[in-house]
């Protein structure tokens, strides 16, 4: 039986959150550490990464093999499993975050951060960015004319440029430059990812990749990464 299109979306945007938030806490423990021990922040990173690229490599050998024999249902409850495993983490407490207790001091810090500390502001443009994103996601794939929807991209695009600046640069000037730059190198690189899957695994003029070639492509970018942290560190 076919999926519905709302649970369809549900289980994708869940599929995201659960890399997505890990993801966010990461950066946010090797920031809150770097500052602690600057020395060590490059060492902080290499390791961030090179984990992400270990993973990388486990995930690629094995997906091939899991999707040949559990099928798309059975890797999707396989990966879902990972998510589980970090909440498991995260209820333990393996982070050892710094909490101020409970009264009148964590009242005044929470109000103090929200309204002087830029939390406000950070929430909103955090909300604008996603509407921005819903919007071009459920108005571009109706426009029948693509000079159209290019013309409406690169609109949405502009305003969330200057709105983010904006924004940021009310917070912290050395922030919203590097954010920004980050936000046009990302709009204006072009990303064929998904052309270039169908390419290798549907079109008829295309090699017609089995899933286990397309794991060792990903295998070899994995390994690539980790040859760079190496060099990098030495």
């Not at 690629?60 to 495993?85: K, M, N």
């Not at 002087?116 to 571009?140: D, H, M, N, P």
């Not at 013309?151 to 919203?176: D, E, F, G, N, R």
């Not at 046009?184 to 270039?196: T, V, W």
Request: glycine letters at 6%; proline letters at 5%.
């Amino acid at each position: 039986r076919k999926a519905s299109f709302g649970l369809s979306a549900f289980l994708l945007l869940l599929a995201n959150y659960s890399i997505a938030s890990p993801d966010v806490i990461i950066d946010a423990a090797v920031t809150e550490r770097s500052q602690y021990a600057p020395m060590y922040a490059s060492d902080l990173q290499s390791l961030s990464w090179g984990s992400h690229a270990m993973g990388g490599i486990i995930g690629c050998t094995t997906v091939g093999h899991a999707q040949a024999h559990i099928h798309s249902r059975g890797v999707f409850a396989l990966t879902s499993l990972t998510a589980l495993f970090i909440m498991v983490l995260a209820a333990m407490r393996w982070l050892p975050e710094k909490q101020i207790p409970p009264g009148a001091e964590r009242s005044m810090a929470c109000r103090h951060a929200w309204v002087k500390g830029g939390q406000r502001s950070l929430y909103l443009l955090a909300f604008f960015v996603a509407a921005c994103a819903v919007f071009l996601a459920t108005t571009v794939n109706h426009v029948e004319d693509r000079m159209i929807a290019g013309y409406i991209t690169v609109a949405v695009a502009v305003l969330v440029t200057i709105v983010v600046y904006m924004v940021l640069v009310k917070i912290s000037p050395k922030i919203a430059k590097p954010a920004t730059f980050f936000f046009l190198r990302e709009a204006c690189q072009p990303n064929i990812a998904e052309a270039m899957f169908y390419f290798y695994t549907s079109d008829p003029n295309g090699p017609l990749s089995t899933p286990q070639f397309l794991g060792v492509l990903s295998c070899i970018g994995s390994v690539s990464m980790i040859i760079g942290i190496a060099m990098y560190n030495r």
